[in-house]
C-alpha cells in the first residue's frame, strides 16, 4: 500500500486528487470488484467514491487520511450497493450449488469460488478481509474506515476468515464430487 | 503496513493469497470527467445549462406503407454502420441500429438540423417502413417540431405522416427541423429516440439516448461521455401493459436529469415522471397496497432527507411529507395496509459514516393530518429495519440490526411489543396484511421456507421441501397469498427457476433462468404479471395467466440498460 500522494503546489496539506486517482484508482475499483462482484458496478462506484469525496473535501480535516477516507467512503457504497441487491439475492447454498458445473478446476473457477465465498459473507465481514488480507491496512486504520472498535475488527477478521475458508472449502468439495 | 493476526498462520497465509489474487480491475475514465462531475456539482452556476431533447421515431417493419423510397434508390448495401457519427452506432434491437450524425444550424433558417441515420440489418424478415416523429426539450421547454427531410438517400421534406420503407441492408438519414430560443453560453443536450418496430405484427419500442455539449459560436456538439449512452426496449404489446409503470433507480451520484430514478410506463422509452434523487440515486420507497402512490426518501438537498408521496395517476407532483435534517432513513418505508399512513426507520448522522448509530426510531405518518410521531427508539447502537405492518393489530414487526450487521432480534412496536431472538442473517417479506415468509438456510441441508404472521412470529410453519435447496424471497403477489421465490437445486446446479407458490395450487414454475446472475425481480402492481431481471437491461415480463414472456428492455445500449427496475405501480 503506498503512502497519500499530497499536493505540493496547492494549499499547504491539500490532497491532489488527480495523483490520488492517478496512483490508487486502480487498486480502489479491484478492492470493489472483490467487494461486489460485478466490474461494472465496481467502475461505478469507484467514480462515485471520488466523485463524494471530493465534493465533500473540506470535511477531510487530515489530508494524510485521504487514502482510508476513500476507503470508508467506497465500502459504505459498496454496502449500499449490497443492500439494494440483497432482498432477491439467493441465500447461498454453496456446497452444492456449483458442484456439477464443471469437472475442470480452472483457475477462472477458483475465482469464482473466491467471489462466491466473499459474498456469501457479511458486507462488514467481506470488506474487513480485504482491507487487512488484501489491501493491506492495519486492524486500527480498519476500525477508522469502518468507525467501529479495534475489538470489532479483531472480531470480524476471526469470524469472517473462519466463514470464509469454510465456503470455499465446501465449493472446493463440491468441484471435486 | 500489514500486520500479522496472532492466530493460525496457516489459515493466515491461506486466506491472504486467496484474496489477494489479482482481478481485472473495471476501466475507469480519466479524472478530468471526475473533475468536472464534482466541479459542476459545487457550483451550479449560469454556465452549465441542462437541455434535453426526446425524440420519437417510428418504424415499422410490415406491408401497411404509405410512402416507398425505391429499392434502386437506396443507398448502397451497408447491413452494419460505417462511418463516423457524433453519437452512437446503437443497437435498437435485432433489426435496427441508430446513430446521431451531425447537430448543426441551417444558416438560411436559423433553424436545428438533428440528424439521425437509421439501418436495417440483413436479418430484417421484411422492409422496415420508418415514420418519423419527435418531441424535443430545452431546460423542460419543447423546441417546436417544423419539419422532417430525408437526407439520404433522396433530399427531400417529408409529408406528415409519410412513411419510408427501408429494405435489409439498406439506411436512411432523417433530419428533424426545430425552432426554439437556446440558451447562452455552453450548454448540454440529452438526446432520445424511441422507435416501434414490428415484425411479423409483433411490436416492439427501441430508444436511445445520448448527451451533447455545444456552443453556440462557432455552433458546434460533441458528446459527453459523462452521462448516459443508448436505451433500447423491447416490448411486445400483447404481453406488456402500458397502464402499469415501472420505477427504475437511477445511476451513480448526481441530479441531473438522467441520473434520478425515474418511471417509465411498461415497454415505454421516456419517462413519465422523474424523482428526486439520493446519494447513490436509489429507489428508497414502496409503493401503496393498492398500487397507486409510492413513498420514498429523497435528498433535494445534500444536507436533508425528505419523504415523499407521489400519484402518478394524478401527474408527476411530488409531494413532501416529512424532513429529517441530521438524520437518515433506514431502508424502505411501509405503507399500512389502508394507505393512509407509512411507517419509516431513522438514525442519528453516524449511519452515513459507517459507524453504529446513537439512536435509531421507527416513525408513522398520517398522511391526512400531516403529523409524525415516534413508534419505537432505541439507543443501543442497533439500528431497526422495518418488516411489515400488520392490518388488525395496527403493530409494526422489524428486524433489529446489532451493531456487527447481524439481525439479532424480531420485534413487534406499537399496540403490541415483543421480541423473539434471531441467530443471524435473516431473510424475508411481508404482505400488507400481515403475512410473512422467511428462509432459513442451513449448510447441511440447504435452504427451508417458512411461513408466519408479523405478530405470532414464533409460530413458523414450515413449508417442508426437499432437501439442496437455494431460495430467494420475491414476495407476495399482491392480493393473494401466493409467494414468488428464486428456487436453485443442487441436482441442477446451472440453473434456478422462479416459481409461484400457492397453499391451493402448489409450486408452478414461471420461468427458467441460467443460474449464475440474478439481479431484480417484483410483481406488476396488480399481481397480474412478474418482472425478472438477470442483470441491469436484461428483464423478462412474465404474463401469469398465459405464461407469455416479453423483454422490458433491449439491450446494452438503452440508456437504462444500467438502471435496475425495481417495482411497479398503477399510471392510469
Known amino acids: 500500500m503506498g503512502e497519500i500522494v499530497l499536493g505540493v503546489a496547492a494549499m499547504p496539506m491539500s490532497v491532489d486528487w488527480a495523483r490520488v486517482y492517478e496512483t490508487h484508482a486502480t487498486e480502489l475499483a479491484a478492492y470493489l470488484t472483490k467487494l461486489v462482484g460485478d466490474r461494472d458496478a465496481a467502475a461505478d462506484l469507484t467514480q462515485d467514491t471520488f466523485f463524494q469525496a471530493m465534493r465533500s473535501a473540506e470535511q477531510l480535516r487530515d489530508p494524510a487520511a485521504a487514502l482510508a477516507w476513500l476507503y470508508r467512503i467506497a465500502t459504505n457504497l459498496a454496502a449500499s450497493y449490497g443492500r439494494r441487491r440483497r432482498i432477491v439475492a439467493l441465500v447461498p447454498f454453496l456446497g452444492e450449488r456449483l458442484s456439477a458445473r464443471s469437472a475442470d478446476p480452472s483457475e477462472r473457477l477458483e475465482d469464482e469460488h473466491v467471489g462466491l465465498a466473499l459474498r456469501s459473507l457479511t458486507a462488514a465481514h467481506a470488506s474487513t478481509l480485504l482491507l487487512f488480507y488484501d489491501a493491506g491496512f492495519r486492524r486500527e486504520e480498519i476500525a477508522r474506515i469502518q468507525g467501529v472498535s479495534e475489538e470489532t475488527v479483531k472480531s470480524r477478521l476471526a469470524r469472517g476468515r473462519k466463514e470464509f475458508i469454510a465456503a470455499y472449502r465446501r465449493l472446493e468439495r463440491g468441484l471435486a464430487r | 503496513m500489514n500486520e500479522r493476526h496472532d492466530h493460525d498462520d496457516t489459515l493466515d497465509d491461506e486466506v491472504r493469497g486467496l484474496l489477494r489474487r489479482p482481478v481485472r480491475a473495471p476501466s475507469l475514465p480519466p479524472f478530468a470527467e471526475i473533475a468536472a462531475r464534482a466541479s459542476r456539482t459545487r457550483r451550479r452556476g449560469p454556465v452549465l445549462v441542462a437541455a434535453a431533447l426526446a425524440g420519437l421515431l417510428l418504424l415499422v417493419i410490415g406491408p401497411r406503407l404509405t410512402s416507398f423510397v425505391p429499392a434502386s434508390s437506396t443507398s448502397a448495401p451497408t447491413c452494419e454502420p460505417t462511418g ?47 415514420q418519423a416523429r419527435a418531441r424535443v426539450l430545452v431546460e423542460g421547454r419543447d423546441l417546436t417540431v417544423v419539419g422532417y427531410e430525408l437526407s439520404e438517400p433522396t433530399s427531400r421534406t417529408l409529408a406528415t405522416d409519410e412513411r419510408v420503407s427501408v429494405e435489409a441492408c439498406r439506411q436512411v438519414a432523417l433530419a428533424l427541423r426545430t425552432v426554439g430560443q437556446l440558451p447562452e453560453g455552453t450548454f448540454s443536450y440529452s438526446v432520445a429516440l424511441d422507435k416501434v418496430l414490428r415484425p411479423g405484427g409483433e411490436s416492439t419500442t427501441e430508444t436511445f439516448t445520448t448527451a451533447l455539449a455545444c456552443t453556440p459560436t462557432p455552433f458546434t456538439c460533441a458528446p459527453t461521455r459523462a452521462t448516459g449512452t443508448a436505451a433500447p426496449s423491447t416490448s411486445p404489446n400483447a404481453i406488456l401493459n402500458t ?76 409531494v413532501p411529507v416529512t424532513t429529517l435534517r441530521d438524520e437518515h432513513p433506514i431502508g424502505a418505508p411501509v405503507w399500512s395496509s389502508d394507505g393512509q399512513q407509512i411507517a419509516f426507520t431513522i438514525a442519528d448522522q453516524s449511519i452515513a459514516q459507517g459507524t453504529a448509530p446513537a439512536y435509531t426510531e421507527i416513525r408513522s405518518v398520517d398522511l391526512a393530518q400531516r403529523t409524525v410521531r415516534t413508534v419505537a427508539r432505541r439507543s443501543d447502537h442497533s439500528a431497526y429495519q422495518l418488516v411489515g405492518w400488520d392490518k388488525p393489530t395496527g403493530a409494526i414487526g422489524a428486524l433489529v440490526i446489532s451493531a456487527t450487521g447481524t439481525a439479532s432480534e424480531y420485534v413487534l412496536v406499537g399496540p403490541l411489543t415483543r421480541s423473539w431472538t434471531l441467530n443471524g442473517d435473516t431473510r424475508m417479506v411481508a404482505s400488507p396484511d400481515g403475512r410473512v415468509a422467511l428462509v432459513v438456510c442451513e ?35 399482491p392480493g393473494t397469498s401466493d409467494l414468488a421465490l428464486f428456487v436453485g437445486k443442487a441436482s441442477a446446479p446451472t440453473t434456478q427457476t422462479v416459481e409461484l407458490w400457492s397453499r391451493q395450487a402448489g409450486r408452478r414454475v414461471v420461468l427458467t433462468t441460467d443460474a449464475s446472475s440474478l439481479d431484480s425481480a417484483f410483481f406488476r402492481a396488480d399481481g397480474s404479471a412478474l418482472v425478472v431481471g438477470t442483470r441491469p437491461g436484461n428483464e423478462t415480463v412474465v404474463d401469469l395467466r398465459t405464461g407469455q414472456t416479453a423483454r422490458l428492455a433491449s439491450g446494452q445500449n438503452d440508456p437504462f440498460a444500467r438502471t435496475r427496475p425495481v417495482a411497479s405501480v398503477r399510471l392510469d
Open chain 2, 84 to 130: 463516423s457519427a457524433l453519437d452512437g452506432p446503437y443497437d435498437s434491437g435485432p433489426y435496427l441500429w441508430g446513430q446521431l450524425d451531425s447537430v448543426r444550424i441551417d444558416p438560411r433558417s436559423g433553424q436545428l438540423l438533428w440528424t439521425v441515420r437509421l439501418g436495417v440489418r440483413a436479418s430484417a424478415p421484411s422492409p422496415a417502413s420508418i
Open chain 2, 243 to 318: 397502464s402499469f409503470g415501472v420505477i427504475y433507480e437511477g445511476r451513480g451520484t448526481g441530479s441531473a436529469p438522467d441520473l434520478t430514478p425515474s418511471i417509465r410506463r411498461e415497454g415505454g422509452t421516456t419517462p413519465v415522471a422523474r424523482l428526486t434523487g439520493n446519494v447513490l440515486n436509489q429507489f428508497l420507497g414502496a409503493v401503496a397496497p393498492d398500487g397507486r402512490q409510492i413513498a420514498y426518501f429523497a435528498q433535494p438537498q445534500s444536507d436533508a432527507w425528505v419523504l415523499y408521496v407521489l400519484d402518478p395517476t394524478a401527474g408527476s407532483q411530488q
Open chain 2, 443 to 477: 449448510s447441511s441441508r440447504g435452504c427451508a421456507l417458512r411461513t408466519t404472521t408479523l405478530t405470532d412470529f414464533g409460530n413458523q410453519l414450515d413449508a417442508n421441501l426437499e432437501a439442496g435447496l437455494s431460495l430467494g424471497i420475491i414476495g407476495f403477489r
